[in-house]
């Protein structure tokens, strides 16, 4: 027997699979997807690998193949099914074999069990009792003691035993020699969830709830496994939608994941899918201890469990019959990993669906402009909640033009209606939300009297400004120098875009100085649980305003809150990035979402620059439609994402020269292999960050509406890399449609 062995190296070079000889006394013992040592290259030295595939036949000369040395019987083996999906990530995604293999096992090690033990009695009760004469007899008061006790009863926890009948364990040993009475242990799953009262569970759907679980479930009994989109406002009851199918699908013998990002992995979830699954249920986040990890993994796999739910990795857990992903609030960025292979959840979710016989659920309020575009497409199924379970209603937006405000005098950040409602608000002991949607690098230039934004004349994103003065497009290295006029008013109130978290809660402190002010940012969130702190002392009402970035947007619910002010929508409207638009509307969405979610009607003001931009109206009007069919227009224009796929080509190398020259070849190499109809090829450019600990950074993006020639694309360009020497002294690694342009 041979198997065919992935080697634990970080060199591209290596990634291919090696072949060894399976030694005859291992034949029994080993498996596909185990960690094996084996002798590897010139010195043999000890190597470890995964093994990926097995066969009776050699490809290579047999009298030359290595043997297996061991088998890494403390580490986690991986699913042959995984393996595929491993595969599949490496084909999509770039990076190596081995890389992939270690995203789909997130839990590599093995942990210790933890035990139980117990002392039982062996004697029945009439020899027990001459023996307890006996040790009384002889004045052996510990063995009478506990030989005492298990007369009461005959199961009697080790902890007990040593800890309230402080009885050592060299009694219990003796015991035991003497027949009397033994030792046992069992192995017991550590487990997260500790709750109680699993419930009848019975909920009346409404009527758009109940067509949607029936569509789901009518295709799903015949068979039909597919992609749906739930678009459902918040509050429209998605949650439950999601259990029920989930309740049917488990009840056909199968298993769920439900993914949910980590910030709303709260209590309240966990308890809402416990109260229906009971203890068939578990979670992974980055709280749980490796055993913890370990045992959750373990319970998947040995069929003890029916739904796991938990952050993007959760997607890899190991269910032997698995029916069904859930994917909670699917347009949240968190769901692409930023490690290689920069893999999407929401496309693995679907593959390993389509390998295992399952359906996928994508759920939001706003749905990614990528989940809408496929289900227009008829890729996925649309499935709609278009109202409220309860009797709710959306609160009442103002929309404040800050180009007004300034005209009139004002010069603070806090717009005239904004401070006359906080006022209000103070007044009635009402709370409120001031929100500051910043992302990332903002450092673009605007005109303050106008709005005017300086953008790529290429590429229809905002320029960032750079310390050396110039103005600077991300995506095709366009640059211009820094004007002190308004091109489009000539106005000189013409700067960079910038306001703090910290400076706002100063300004507010001042105008306001009997408020009691919370400040929510990364910051003030450094501490372990300063998130939760921070949050539930402003449920408490310790606090009248809570200030703060995206964070506070997230799912919240604070009944008392009815005011939200989001102080400058332009903060990431302009980000120099295509998904501005997306994530300045997600968010404006989330924001208003936020206030009247009590049974006192809610208020929200948006101030900006930007009043009639379409991503702010639609917010404003709370209409999804609107936006995305706007925003659609424009990515098809420019050929950004849903409508092309994007690929950016990262190249990183401490030499600038030698990082100018192998970028330029790079893409010149690309050109040629690219298609001559549909392909385009920008920069090389300089990213968000041109140089990072004095290691220098250039990107090439490549757009295609085919995403296989893209990876096309991507398989030449690293056999390209390989067999060039130049390139070793540099750092190349891909990423499909990516999140971040830095
Ligand atoms: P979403 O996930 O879309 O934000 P949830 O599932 O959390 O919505 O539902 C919002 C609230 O409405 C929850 O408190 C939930 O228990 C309640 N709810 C949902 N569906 C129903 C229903 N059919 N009948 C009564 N209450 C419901
Ligand atoms: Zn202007
Ligand atoms: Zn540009």
Redesign the pocket.
């Given at each position: 027997m041979f198997a065919d062995i992935i080697v634990d190296i970080k060199h591209e070079k290596l990634d291919k699979v090696f072949q060894y000889r399976i030694p005859k006394e291992m034949e029994e013992d080993i498996r596909l997807g185990m960690e094996v040592v084996i002798p590897f290259g010139m010195g043999n030295r000890r190597t470890k690998g995964y093994i990926v595939g097995l066969s009776k036949t050699c490809n290579y000369d047999v009298s030359k193949i290595k043997e297996i040395l061991e088998i890494s019987h403390e580490r986690v083996e991986i699913e042959a099914k995984l393996i595929s999906l491993a595969a599949w990530m490496k084909e999509h995604y770039g990076g190596t074999m081995i890389q992939a293999l270690k995203t789909v096992l997130p839990v590599k090690q093995k942990e210790q069990a933890k035990v139980k033990r117990y002392v039982r009695l062996l004697l029945d009760k009439e020899s027990a009792k001459k023996q307890l004469d006996y040790y009384l007899e002889k004045n052996q008061k510990a063995r009478a003691r506990l030989l005492a006790a298990l007369l009461d009863t005959p199961v009697i926890s080790y902890e007990l035993v040593t800890k309230k009948l402080n009885i050592s364990l060299n009694v219990v040993r003796a015991l035991e020699e003497q027949k009397i009475a033994i030792l046992e242990s069992e192995q017991v799953y550590r487990n997260p969830v500790t709750a109680q009262g699993k419930q009848e569970y019975q909920?009346?759907?409404?009527e758009e709830?109940s067509i949607a679980i029936e569509t789901f479930w009518k295709a799903y009994k015949k068979g039909i496994y597919q992609t749906y989109l739930l678009h459902?406002v918040?509050?429209?009851?998605?949650?439950?939608v999601y259990i029920e199918m989930i309740r049917r699908v488990v009840s056909q013998g199968k298993q769920a994941i439900v993914l949910i990002p980590e910030i709303s992995l709260t209590y309240q979830t966990v308890m809402r899918f416990y109260r229906c699954f009971g203890e068939r249920i578990s979670i992974m986040n980055s709280r749980l201890s490796a055993g913890e990890r370990y045992d959750q993994m373990m319970r998947a796999k040995n069929g003890e469990i029916d739904v796991m739910i938990g952050p993007r990795s959760a997607l890899f857990t190991p269910f032997p019959k698995l029916g069904l992903i859930v994917i909670d609030e699917e347009h949240e960025m968190t769901y692409k990993s930023e490690q290689i292979p920069r893999y999407h959840a929401r496309e693995t979710a679907q593959a390993r669906a389509k390998m295992e016989g399952a359906s996928v659920v994508l759920g939001s309020a706003t749905p990614s402009m990528e989940a809408m575009y496929r289900a227009k497409k008829g890729e996925y199924q649309l499935l709609s909640l278009k109202n409220r379970?309860?009797m709710q209603s959306m609160a009442q937006v103002y929309t404040i033009d800050l180009r007004q405000e300034l005209k009139e005098g004002n010069r603070s950040i806090l717009s005239y209606k904004l401070q006359e409602l906080i006022a209000q608000r103070l007044e009635r002991k009402e709370q409120v939300i001031l929100f500051l949607n910043r992302r990332g690098y903002a450092g673009f230039i605007s005109c303050r009297e106008c709005g005017h934004v300086i953008k790529c004349p290429h590429c229809d994103v905002s320029l960032s400004y750079h310390k050396n003065g110039k103005l600077m497009c991300h995506y095709c290295g366009y640059e211009e120098k820094r004007t002190h006029n308004c091109p489009a008013c000539g106005s000189r109130h013409i700067g960079e875009f910038r306001a703090g978290t910290e400076q706002i809660e100063e300004i507010v402190k001042k105008q306001f100085p009997k408020a009691r002010v919370l400040r929510m940012d990364l910051d003030t969130t450094r501490e372990k649980n300063g998130h939760e702190k921070i949050l539930s002392a402003f449920a408490n009402e310790e606090a009248d305003i809570l200030v703060g970035t995206q964070m506070i947007v997230k799912g919240h619910d604070f009944p008392n809150v009815t005011l939200v002010g989001v102080l400058a929508a332009d903060m990431s409207l302009y980000s120099n990035d295509y998904r501005s638009g997306e994530r300045t509307f997600q968010l404006l969405t989330q924001a208003v979402g936020r206030a009247g979610r009590g049974e006192k009607s809610g208020e929200a003001i948006i101030q900006t620059y930007s009043p009639e931009h379409y991503a702010v109206v639609s917010a404003a009007a709370q209409d999804y439609e609107a936006f995305y069919t706007e925003e659609i227009q424009y990515r098809a224009l420019m050929g950004y994402p849903p409508v092309e796929h994007l690929l950016a080509v990262f190249i990183s190398c401490e030499e600038e020269l030698l990082l100018e020259k192998g970028s330029k070849y790079l893409k010149e190499f690309a050109l040629r292999i690219a298609s001559k109809e549909t392909t385009q090829i920008i920069g090389p450019a300089n990213p968000g960050i041109g140089k990072l600990n004095d290691i220098y950074r250039k990107v090439i993006y490549i757009k295609d509406e085919n995403y296989d020639t893209l990876i096309k694309i991507k398989n030449t360009l690293e056999q390209y890399i390989e067999i060039n020497s130049g390139y070793k002294k540099m750092r190349i690694y891909f990423d499909f449609n990516p999140m971040n342009v830095f």
């Open positions: 909920v009346e759907y409404t709830q459902g918040t509050g429209s009851g998605k949650t439950e379970s309860g």
